[in-house]
């Protein structure tokens, strides 16, 4: 609870105090393409963790339900690509996506790219970089992306002096290591993707139009 409350108030004053370009100007395909229906595509993972592809793939779909956009089971949809030899998202990345329309009827797929994941137990922080690519399945187009560098600090501080500063290592070593890829990528969601124009199921789609949009890059630290 503390953390989601942290990201929310995060997020918000993130975009608040931005930029004055609005979520139209900056999003335009999303707001003439109104897509209602995304796909989840496997993540991209550019780095040496393994398992971050896997567990990062399955905090992608509630942050978008959330947004007010239908999303395919990850599961199912992981199952069919594993089936049809399609796991890689590389190959979609730039490439067609018609059958993704044609098969599932998705107007959109979302890709994620992993670019960096660092997890410091002593120092009590966990660095998530990644890029998010909304693109149409339709025409192509990129509908929305955004990439941001997102520090979890996840440090204890119980008291000063000696044995306070070894009780604080040793609570923020805990801490860490109990703070693991599946909740650290969900608040990389949660910030990065706030100023993603909402859905066509919530109720404030397309009255978020004139809203200010995020910078393209974002860098912060949430606690």
Known sequence: MKYAIVIILGAFFMVSC???????AQYPKMYEEKPASIVVMPPINQ????EAKDYFYTTM????????YYVFSPYLTMEMMQTESAYDSEMFLTGSLEQFKNVLGADAAMFTII???????????????????LRSTTSGET?????GLITVDTSINTGGGLLGSLVNLAATAINTALTDKIVAGRMCNVYVLSDMPVGVYNPSFEKDINEPAG?????????
């Not at 931005?18 to 139209?24: K, N, V």
């Not at 780095?47 to 393994?50: C, G, M, Q, R, Y």
């Not at 779909?61 to 007010?68: A, R, V």
């Open 115 to 133: 670019k960096s994941w660092q997890k410091s137990t002593v120092g009590g922080k966990i660095t998530v970089g990644v890029e998010y690519v």
């Open 143 to 147: 509908l929305y992306n955004r990439e």
């Open 61 to 68: 779909y509630i942050p978008l339900c959330e947004k007010g």
């Open 215 to 223: 910078g393209k890059y974002i860098k912060a630290t949430v606690k």
């Open 47 to 50: 780095t040496n963790s393994v």
């Open 18 to 24: 931005s930029s004055s370009i609005t979520r139209g």
